[in-house]
């Protein structure tokens, strides 16, 4: 299964009223685990850069300048995430303004539902606490130390730690699923799976500690949480 991390940095909210982007960047996994395939592209918007915006991104007009038009990369960038699906935080932002670069240059749009929005698994996880990338950093113990300013290829690195450990921890299928080209005593151990023991073992408890820990059970009560059936 290969998956697109994805962000983008813009001018500002809303492609409706002028915005656009200036920054993608992107990491691939496939089965879960980055492959270390990049995609990373600063982009000239063709209009001035907002004070509000550049303090997010520190991407000014001199520095973007000499930056190719969103024409000139839309291939590249559509090639890179082909049919993948995209992990994205807050993806109704990015989604927007992917598919209004996309319109401008008579290309199709990207289907929403191949979007995977990190800030809305987030916010199921762990309702009423803060969602924010750098929220989800802290949660998780993950190092966002070089994030001090908003960098779409970094955000998106630490973005696919994040979407790993909320999608319940790195390599959640150890990649089993993979077994191409590997021997039959790796697609034997790739498709073991733990049973049963056919007998339980013997308990290790002496009767002295058992008496022992009957007696304490007893002065709890009937409450207590050993007499709960």
Excluded at 100 to 127: G, M, N, Q, W
Aim: charged share 25%.
């Amino acid at each position: 299964m290969r998956e697109i991390v994805l962000d983008t940095e813009t001018t500002g909210f809303e492609p409706e009223q002028g915005d656009r982007i200036v920054e993608i960047g992107a990491v691939e996994l496939f089965n879960h685990v980055p492959t270390g395939k990049t995609y990373h592209q600063y982009i000239n918007p063709e209009r001035s850069m907002p004070q509000e915006a550049f303090e997010v991104h520190g991407l000014g007009d001199d520095f973007l300048r000499d930056k190719p038009v969103f024409a000139d990369v839309a291939q590249a960038f559509v090639d890179f995430i082909g049919d993948a699906q995209l992990v994205i935080h807050n993806a109704a932002f990015d989604m927007k303004f992917l598919n209004a670069e996309l319109s401008s240059v008579k290309r199709s749009s990207i289907p929403f539902d191949r979007a995977i929005d990190t800030l809305a698994i987030a916010r199921r996880r762990f309702p009423g606490s803060p969602a924010s990338l750098d929220a989800l950093c802290r949660r998780f113990g993950i190092d966002n130390s070089s994030r001090t300013l908003h960098g779409a290829l970094l955000d998106s690195e630490i973005l696919a730690e994040v979407y790993l450990e909320l999608i319940g921890g790195k390599q959640p299928d150890f990649a089993l699923s993979v077994t191409q080209g590997k021997s039959d005593a790796e697609e034997g151990a790739a498709e073991w799976r733990p049973k049963p023991r056919p007998a339980p073992l013997p308990s290790r408890l002496s009767d002295s500690e058992k008496a022992a820990h009957a007696a304490f059970v007893e002065k709890l009560g009937d409450a207590a949480l050993w007499k709960r059936q």
